[in-house]
């Protein structure tokens, strides 16, 4: 499935994206969100900045700066969190448009050693928890 990017919420930057995320950072070729929904604590996601459906659609050279950018994320995640594992996921099932879940995963919390969950609804931080990450993020990047 194809989704039309003017229905996209990463390309039309709409209301369902700032209800599930908040922006962190611009990449090289991607955007950084925190999750808003929190149960895996530290939670992002990467999202590509043009509308492509899949990861083998992209150049080599746009495969790498995407992964590049993906692992930087990764990297400021481990340094600010500490988790166990960072879980990847890249599903785009009914919406075509390249991103990775990345879900941190600590040894007593939830869904270790199994898959992580979309959207549990189960933990929301305040304003100033999600601010505090923001900045810690960004500093590590």
Request: hydrophobic share 35%.
């Amino acid at each position: 499935m194809y989704s039309d990017p003017s229905q996209c919420l990463y390309c039309t930057d709409n209301q369902t994206l700032h209800d599930l995320m908040l922006p962190i950072a611009n990449l090289r070729v991607s955007r950084a969100f925190l999750f808003k929904e929190q149960t895996y604590h530290g939670r992002c996601l990467v999202a590509y900045n043009g509308h492509v459906n899949d990861l083998n659609e992209l150049s080599d050279d746009e495969r790498n700066a995407f992964m590049a950018d993906v692992a930087q994320v990764t990297r400021a995640m481990q340094r600010v969190f500490n988790p166990e594992k960072i879980n990847y996921g890249a599903y785009s099932d009914k919406l075509s448009h390249l991103h990775f879940h990345l879900a941190p995963k600590y040894v007593d919390g939830p869904d270790y050693g199994g898959t992580f969950r979309m959207n549990p609804g189960e933990v929301y931080l305040t304003d100033a928890e999600y601010t505090g990450m923001i900045q810690a993020l960004r500093q590590a990047l």
